[in-house]
């Protein structure tokens, strides 16, 4: 009677065990659906267009009227996690199908096949096993370029191995069976018994994987479009939203925790009910604690992510930084010091790398600007005009370089002359005929009339350096500054005091230049008091400090422009409707008010209010959506299908938007413009890339979005002859009007400050209405350091950063 009593026991435990089982294979089957449904139906059922954009709500917290709050763009934050949610896990269900059907029919074809086909394929799988998943992922996404169906070919090109495998291992456990053997004897051809007999019984444990795996692929792909490999702005995908909502982590935290929550919730899921599959499928066997554990890891590996980012963000609130006891040293990060801006080194007489010596005070130039862009002497005493053609400079007697040497006209006539010799730009900007030297003069001979020229030697390619010194294979030099680079680096530049410095001694003893080109690290690493002042960071990132006293902000507006150069060589951009349409669509204010935060000012032409021909004094095409849908319907630009996007002769008017990531201000553009265009009917697709000059050199665009310093040398001259004449350096547009043309011929020989004025407002006037250029917004730029900094100010030209009058008090 025990006997059957215990019997009857274990039977009804293994009963309600299994009801167990498939009471929670129900339960999150149900959850799942539930998921899958309100992602497939997303469509129909969002409150809130998830592309609209609306500015004015820019960055609301959660309300009743927008639950999960509004994104930078002012964009419903639970309408994009519901559509997005579309996008992230039926590109995950695709991967996973693609690469279950491929693995699956693989492992099917070796395991019975055998033989050579097997030992080559299963070689094959080992060279991609050997590789780390995710980082060949990284490379194959990045040599086939962003976009969602690159990421899936990258992920599926590295994922298909395990489930070969796992096919494989399974048909050698049963290929030699009885049943199997009795199926050969019955005459069934190979197909038959592998697709009728073998596969529908090895096909649980594959579902069992490819569930689980469903949840593992989701978070690879948000993980691609979050380093920006995989969904491309403006769709809505998860890992997108997350990578859009970083910099806004400590200012916005529901920006990036809505679809950081989706990811988790759905992942979970997803492993929970591969779990159960398991379970149900295979109910005789206990479940192995591997596969428990597995699971566990996965979502304790979730929740230790969100622990790791509430730790970090007070890890950053509540460090403080060191100095040394015996010297002051100087840590500042900057955005601008990189290999994409072409300035890594000291050498003043290669490409912009001149900005690097004059920024951080190891290069001097003969003349300066002072805080309202007017020239001022520096290195020279004075200039005397002897004729159209000729300048004679003479220089200060005290100046020396950071060796010792005297700073004599002959110095400065080697150095000169090696300007000339290697630069890009200098000769067509001095164009130098001939230079002598006279004790402490120099003379200048232009082969034609350059009213401009103090004002060029103003550039940071005219530091003076000792030639014969030379130049070491760091690019490092000998400069007059009031600092000495010691080390230089791609990403950092040490520098020590010149105890010498002509102009007194140095406050710090040592200065360390960093290049961080992350906002958000940049933003982390300045609240860590790992540096002690930052140039750059994203101005969502501002306000953390702008209220806070531990830290002071210089800023000041300069004539750095966003821009958009329109290609001429493109047929739709030939359309003058297009171009005027275009110049109409673009919402300037909002640009700068709303996703600048405010630091700028809407930009009309391309030199900003504070110059004599800036500001107001030339006028653009109104921000207009309806006034921009009458000229293109004039023009015969009409929307036929109901898709939204204008066509004309069979035609879309889709634009290719080529701008670059480096500037972080450049890609918000691009997005604004996405959405605003859209609404005159105009179809965007961006391009955002640092490998920029691939796609220029080709011509694969439309338009080309920078940012560019207008009035470096304080005159207008400079902008024109690089963007706006023929065979100019920066005309990506390839524009080209006879008017202005003659209108710079003018400019270049006219000496008259007010008349040099009136052509530069006849010149860039023109531009306008040729809607050759559209001018965004000019940049307020920031420097924000620690309350002990002082002699850190920010400059209207961009240039001077790094003084003797540098200074760190605890």
Same mark, same amino acid.
């Given at each position: 009677?025990?006997?059957?009593?215990?019997?009857?026991?274990?039977?009804?435990?293994?009963?309600?065990?299994?009801?167990?089982?498939?009471?929670?294979? /129900?339960?999150? $089957?149900?959850?799942?659906?539930?998921?899958?449904? =309100?992602?497939?139906?997303?469509?129909?059922?969002?409150?809130?267009?998830?592309?609209?954009?609306?500015?004015?709500?820019?960055?609301?917290?959660?309300?009743?009227?927008?639950?999960?709050?509004?994104?930078?763009?002012?964009?419903?934050? $639970?309408?994009?996690?519901?559509?997005?949610?579309?996008?992230?896990?039926?590109?995950?269900?695709?991967?996973?199908?693609?690469?279950?059907?491929?693995?699956?029919?693989?492992?099917?074809?070796?395991?019975?096949?055998?033989?050579?086909?097997?030992?080559?394929?299963?070689?094959?799988?080992? =060279?991609?096993?050997?590789?780390?998943?995710?980082?060949?992922?990284?490379?194959?996404?990045?040599?086939?370029?962003?976009?969602?169906?690159?990421?899936?070919?990258?992920?599926?090109?590295?994922?298909?191995?395990?489930?070969?495998?796992?096919?494989?291992?399974?048909?050698?456990?049963?290929? *030699?069976?009885?049943?199997i053997a009795a199926a050969r004897l019955s005459g069934?051809?190979?197909?038959?018994?592998?697709?009728?007999?073998?596969?529908?019984?090895?096909?649980?444990?594959?579902?069992?994987?490819?569930?689980?795996?469903?949840?593992?692929?989701?978070?690879?792909?948000?993980?691609? !479009?979050?380093?920006?490999?995989?969904?491309?702005?403006?769709?809505?995908?998860?890992?997108?939203?997350?990578?859009?909502?970083?910099?806004? +982590?400590?200012?916005?935290?529901?920006?990036?925790?809505?679809?950081?929550?989706?990811?988790?919730?759905?992942?979970? $899921?997803?492993?929970?009910?591969?779990?159960?599959?398991?379970?149900?499928?295979?109910?005789?066997t206990k479940r192995k604690k591997g596969v428990e554990?597995?699971?566990?890891?996965?979502?304790?590996?979730?929740?230790?992510?969100? #622990? $790791?980012?509430?730790?970090?963000?007070? %890890?950053?609130?509540?460090?403080?930084?060191?100095? !040394?006891?015996?010297?002051? #040293?100087?840590?500042?990060?900057?955005?601008?010091? !990189?290999?994409? *801006?072409?300035?890594? %080194?000291?050498?003043p007489h290669e490409s912009y790398i001149g900005w690097?010596?004059?920024?951080?005070?190891?290069?001097?130039?003969?003349?300066?600007?002072?805080?309202?862009?007017?020239?001022?002497?520096?290195?020279?005493?004075?200039?005397?005009?002897?004729?159209?053609?000729?300048?004679?400079?003479?220089?200060?007697?005290?100046?020396?370089?950071?060796?010792?040497?005297?700073?004599?006209?002959?110095?400065?006539?080697?150095?000169?002359?090696?300007?000339?010799?290697?630069?890009?730009?200098?000769?067509?900007?001095?164009?130098?005929?001939?230079?002598?030297?006279?004790?402490?003069?120099?003379?200048?001979?232009? @082969?034609?009339?350059?009213?401009?020229?103090?004002?060029?030697?103003?550039?940071? /390619?005219?530091?003076?350096?000792?030639?014969?010194?030379?130049?070491?294979?760091?690019?490092?030099?000998? %400069?007059?500054?009031?600092? =000495?680079?010691?080390?230089?680096?791609?990403?950092? #530049?040490?520098?020590?005091?010149?105890?010498? /410095?002509?102009?007194?001694?140095?406050?710090?003893?040592?200065?360390?230049?960093?290049?961080?080109?992350?906002?958000?690290? +940049?933003?982390?690493?300045?609240?860590?008091?790992?540096?002690?002042?930052?140039?750059?960071?994203?101005?969502? &990132?501002?306000?953390?400090?702008?209220?806070?006293?531990?830290?002071?902000?210089?800023?000041?507006?300069?004539?750095?422009?966003?821009?958009?150069?329109?290609?001429?060589?493109?047929? =739709?951009?030939?359309?003058?409707?297009?171009?005027?349409?275009?110049?109409?669509?673009?919402?300037?204010?909002?640009?700068?008010?709303?996703?600048?935060? %405010?630091?700028?000012?809407?930009?009309?032409?391309?030199?900003?209010?504070?110059?004599?021909?800036?500001?107001?004094?030339?006028?653009?095409?109104?921000?207009?959506?309806?006034?921009?849908?009458?000229?293109?319907?004039?023009?015969?630009? #009409?929307?036929?299908?109901?898709?939204?996007?204008?066509?004309?002769?069979?035609?879309?008017?889709?634009?290719?938007?080529?701008?670059?990531? &480096?500037?972080?201000?450049?890609?918000?553009?691009?997005?604004?413009?996405?959405?605003?265009?859209?609404?005159?009917?105009?179809?965007?697709?961006?391009?955002?890339?640092?490998?920029?000059?691939?796609?220029?050199?080709?011509?694969?665009?439309?338009?080309?979005? *920078?940012?560019?310093?207008?009035?470096?040398?304080?005159?207008?001259?400079?902008?024109?002859?690089?963007?706006?004449?023929?065979?100019?350096?920066?005309?990506?547009?390839? /524009?080209?009007?006879?008017?202005?043309?003659?209108?710079?011929?003018?400019?270049?020989?006219?000496?008259?400050? @007010?008349?040099?004025?009136?052509?530069?407002?006849?010149?860039?006037?023109?531009?306008?209405?040729?809607?050759?250029?559209?001018?965004?917004?000019?940049?307020?730029? &920031?420097?924000?350091?620690?309350?002990?900094?002082?002699?850190?100010?920010?400059?209207?030209?961009?240039?001077?950063?790094?003084?003797?009058?540098?200074?760190? *008090?605890?």
């Amino acid at each position: 009677m025990e006997g059957i009593e215990r019997t009857a026991v274990r039977v009804r435990t293994r009963k309600i065990k299994k009801e167990r089982t498939m009471t929670k294979f /129900y339960l999150f $089957l149900t959850l799942v659906i539930i998921l899958l449904l =309100v992602a497939a139906l997303a469509p129909q059922i969002v409150p809130y267009d998830p592309y609209a954009q609306d500015l004015m709500k820019a960055l609301q917290p959660p309300s009743p009227e927008h639950p999960l709050g509004t994104d930078r763009y002012g964009r419903d934050e $639970l309408s994009r996690v519901m559509m997005g949610g579309q996008t992230t896990i039926y590109s995950a269900l695709l991967l996973v199908g693609v690469i279950t059907g491929f693995g699956t029919l693989v492992g099917l074809l070796c395991g019975y096949q055998g033989g050579k086909i097997d030992s080559f394929i299963m070689r094959v799988s080992d =060279v991609f096993l050997a590789f780390p998943g995710m980082v060949f992922a990284i490379a194959v996404a990045g040599i086939l370029g962003g976009g969602l169906i690159n990421a899936v070919v990258a992920l599926a090109c590295i994922s298909w191995p395990k489930f070969a495998r796992l096919a494989r291992g399974q048909v050698l456990a049963i290929k *030699n069976m009885p049943y199997i053997a009795a199926a050969r004897l019955s005459g069934s051809g190979s197909v038959k018994i592998v697709f009728k007999h073998i596969l529908p019984n090895i096909i649980g444990p594959i579902l069992v994987t490819a569930t689980l795996d469903i949840g593992t692929m989701m978070m690879e792909l948000a993980g691609l !479009s979050f380093l920006g490999l995989g969904a491309m702005p403006p769709i809505a995908e998860w890992g997108s939203m997350m990578s859009e909502g970083r910099s806004m +982590l400590q200012t916005a935290p529901w920006v990036i925790l809505a679809p950081g929550c989706a990811i988790f919730i759905s992942v979970t $899921l997803f492993n929970l009910l591969g779990d159960t599959v398991r379970d149900v499928l295979d109910p005789k066997t206990k479940r192995k604690k591997g596969v428990e554990m597995k699971v566990k890891s996965k979502i304790l590996a979730l929740l230790l992510s969100t #622990v $790791l980012v509430g730790g970090m963000l007070t %890890g950053c609130a509540g460090s403080t930084s060191t100095k !040394s006891a015996e010297e002051k #040293v100087f840590n500042y990060g900057t955005m601008a010091y !990189s290999v994409s *801006n072409s300035n890594v %080194g000291m050498n003043p007489h290669e490409s912009y790398i001149g900005w690097s010596a004059l920024r951080y005070g190891v290069g001097e130039t003969l003349f300066k600007f002072n805080e309202k862009m007017e020239l001022e002497p520096w290195l020279a005493k004075d200039y005397e005009q002897i004729d159209d053609n000729t300048v004679k400079i003479n220089l200060r007697d005290d100046i020396t370089f950071s060796n010792g040497k005297k700073v004599t006209g002959e110095a400065v006539k080697a150095c000169f002359e090696d300007l000339i010799a290697k630069h890009d730009r200098a000769p067509k900007d001095l164009q130098i005929k001939s230079i002598s030297a006279d004790g402490q003069s120099v003379t200048i001979v232009s @082969e034609n009339k350059v009213p401009a020229l103090i004002n060029y030697l103003c550039d940071p /390619y005219g530091c003076i350096i000792d030639m014969e010194a030379g130049v070491t294979a760091d690019k490092n030099v000998v %400069g007059t500054g009031p600092y =000495v680079a010691k080390t230089i680096t791609e990403t950092e #530049v040490n520098l020590e005091a010149n105890m010498d /410095y002509w102009g007194g001694k140095p406050k710090v003893g040592k200065v360390n230049v960093k290049s961080i080109i992350d906002g958000d690290t +940049l933003t982390m690493a300045l609240q860590s008091g790992e540096i002690d002042a930052a140039q750059g960071l994203p101005y969502a &990132s501002l306000e953390l400090f702008q209220e806070n006293k531990d830290y002071t902000i210089s800023s000041t507006n300069t004539s750095r422009v966003y821009q958009a150069a329109l290609n001429y060589n493109s047929a =739709v951009i030939k359309d003058d409707a297009v171009r005027k349409a275009m110049a109409m669509s673009m919402d300037k204010d909002g640009f700068t008010t709303v996703l600048l935060h %405010g630091n700028g000012t809407p930009a009309i032409g391309p030199f900003p209010a504070n110059l004599p021909y800036g500001g107001d004094k030339v006028k653009d095409a109104a921000y207009d959506i309806e006034g921009a849908k009458k000229v293109l319907e004039a023009a015969g630009w #009409v929307d036929t299908d109901g898709d939204g996007i204008r066509e004309k002769d069979g035609q879309k008017l889709s634009i290719k938007w080529l701008t670059y990531t &480096s500037r972080q201000e450049l890609p918000l553009l691009a997005e604004s413009v996405q959405a605003t265009y859209k609404q005159a009917g105009i179809d965007v697709q961006v391009n955002a890339t640092d490998s920029y000059k691939d796609f220029l050199k080709a011509g694969d665009y439309d338009v080309f979005a *920078n940012a560019f310093v207008t009035a470096p040398t304080g005159d207008p001259q400079y902008y024109f002859t690089t963007h706006v004449v023929d065979n100019s350096d920066y005309n990506r547009g390839h /524009y080209h009007s006879d008017k202005v043309e003659a209108l710079v011929a003018q400019l270049r020989s006219e000496f008259d400050t @007010e008349k040099r004025a009136t052509l530069a407002v006849s010149i860039a006037q023109q531009v306008l209405d040729d809607n050759a250029y559209i001018y965004a917004s000019h940049l307020k730029m &920031s420097f924000v350091m620690k309350k002990g900094v002082t002699g850190f100010t920010a400059h209207p030209s961009d240039y001077y950063e790094i003084t003797a009058d540098l200074d760190i *008090n605890e």
